[in-house]
């Protein structure tokens, strides 16, 4: 945000406050797994949090800092400035705004979720492009948070009195559109119990922004009623799990620069690139899109989940669908990525989705034809004959291992911006270029334990964390290479 428009930004917050007699301001920000952090300040504070940030302690936060560099600052960012529904027994009003995260110096924190995704914004704008993103987020709806008793039987589409959540769907719509976020569809997915809102097409950030706020929503309006929203990518098994299905385009201006009418599939040469990128870089980016060990329950063949690396227009088996073009909707040209959960930190799947679309414009690569035919139903053989591979099965398969590694690496990534406290063991030479050097690593011993200060594998990132933040230790006596690791590192921190 421009200077100028921080300031007329501020001016409008705190005008919008005393109009609507606000006196508590919630202060949200979302740590490296994308759950919502908040904590609230009284109006008289407002002006002060809008010039300088709020101090909190980061070393509490999963993965933002060590306790002795646990300072933090959280700055409101103006225009995310919205009104919470009043509660009847409130006699005043409540917002919200969302933060970016600094360092008590003023710097942006490097692993702020929210600071990753303007990094990759950035990227695209130097570019030209505008990012936009419509993702799909499907959830279910259960008796109580101890088991998974559905609330009703009904499938696709129906309506009551199969379904029985139709109340709880529109008041989250109501709620939503009452909080600026506007809504497309609301309707009954597949599974018993199961529900899909889809939020309007807008530019990534406030996308972003907005999945924060709809999931919350969503766990709001079940509470009140009595019973219990979940996220989980898959928490009945035999039937279709919750998926995130990303809807993305990338905008010159005004004009959709996926869109040619001159191409049979109304795609331009940027479309067909970034979707060559997407599909290269996918075995990469899905420990990111698909961050829990639930989420490859998911990922497994006979429930609309994709599992296959290949892109069609109209079929929903693919990891990548374009949309059937309409005549007179030129900007409703985009691409759908099929394999993200609603569980995952939108901050960074929509950072990893951009920045592989990126590469492949950059490098100018050819997607493989289309996969129009339903691939489940092909042999291994025909699969193999037209070059068709597979996401990866779970967080134990090398792309898993490579992800693990790349955490450790954000950790010398942090420290090597900070040098009064780098972990680099100096005397043994270790720097990030060695690392991306090297060629094998043995998974089952930490990296950072012979390149770092003992003291260090207490922090961010440490095997206790890795553990919390990815459900399980990873271990194994294979070597785990690593040769495409930086790559999906630049794709988290472009310009590392």
Request: aromatic residues 10%; hydrophobic residues 35%; charged residues 25%.
């Amino acid at each position: 945000m421009a200077t100028k428009s921080r300031e007329e930004g501020k001016e409008y917050v705190l005008k919008m406050a005393k109009e609507h007699d606000v006196k508590f301001i919630r202060l949200w920000f979302t740590d490296i797994l994308g759950m919502l952090k908040s904590f609230a300040i009284t109006v008289e504070e407002l002006e002060g949090a809008l010039e300088e940030g709020m101090g909190f302690d980061g070393s509490s936060i999963e993965e933002f800092a060590r306790i002795d560099e646990s300072d933090m600052v959280a700055l409101p960012d103006p225009d995310t400035f919205q009104l919470l529904p009043r509660r009847p027994s409130e006699h005043y009003a409540v917002a919200r705004m969302f933060c970016d995260i600094l360092r008590p110096g003023g710097e942006p924190f490097e692993g702020d979720p929210r600071y990753v995704l303007k990094q990759n914004l950035k990227r695209a704008a130097d570019l030209g492009y505008t990012f936009y993103v419509g993702p799909e987020l499907e959830y279910f709806y259960f008796q109580d948070s101890k088991g998974t008793e559905p609330l009703d039987g009904g499938g696709y589409f129906d309506m009551i009195p199969l379904d029985a959540a139709t109340d709880l769907r529109t008041e989250t719509v109501l709620t939503l559109e009452e909080l600026g976020i506007g809504v497309e569809y609301s309707h009954h997915e597949v599974a018993a119990s199961q529900h899909e809102i889809d939020m309007r097409y807008t530019d990534a950030m406030t996308m972003a922004d907005n999945v924060m706020t709809y999931r919350l929503v969503v766990k709001e309006v079940a509470l009140k009623y009595g019973c219990y929203a979940t996220f989980m990518p898959k928490p009945v098994l035999g039937i279709n799990g919750s998926g995130m299905h990303v809807h993305q385009s990338l905008f010159r201006g005004d004009r959709n620069a996926f869109f040619d009418k001159s191409d049979k599939y109304n795609l331009s040469k940027e479309a067909k690139y970034y979707i060559a990128g997407l599909l290269q870089a996918a075995p990469e980016i899905t420990s990111i899109t698909s961050q829990w060990v639930n989420s490859y329950k998911r990922l497994v063949p006979g429930y609309e989940a994709p599992v296959y690396l290949s892109w069609a227009r109209r079929n929903r088996s693919d990891l990548v669908r374009v949309p059937e073009y309409r005549p007179g909707k030129e900007n409703a040209t985009r691409v759908e990525y099929r394999s993200p959960d609603p569980a995952c930190n939108p901050y960074l799947t929509f950072s990893v989705m951009l920045a592989a679309g990126l590469d492949g414009i950059e490098q100018k690569l050819e997607p493989p034809e289309p996969i129009e035919e339903n691939v489940y139903d092909m042999t291994e053989e025909e699969r193999k004959k037209r070059g068709i591979t597979t996401l990866p099965a779970d967080l134990n398969s090398r792309s898993g291992a490579q992800i693990h590694i790349l955490h450790r690496l954000l950790v010398l990534l942090e420290h090597s911006k900070n040098p009064s406290s780098s972990v680099v063991n100096k005397s043994a030479g270790g720097t990030l270029k060695s690392v991306f050097e090297s060629s094998t690593l043995q998974s089952g011993r930490p990296l950072v334990a012979s390149m770092a200060r003992p003291e260090m594998m207490y922090g961010p990132f440490s095997d206790r964390r890795i553990r919390i933040l990815r459900g399980y230790p990873y271990s194994s006596s294979q070597p785990v290479s690593i040769d495409v690791v930086p790559r999906c590192f630049s794709m988290v921190y472009p310009g590392a």
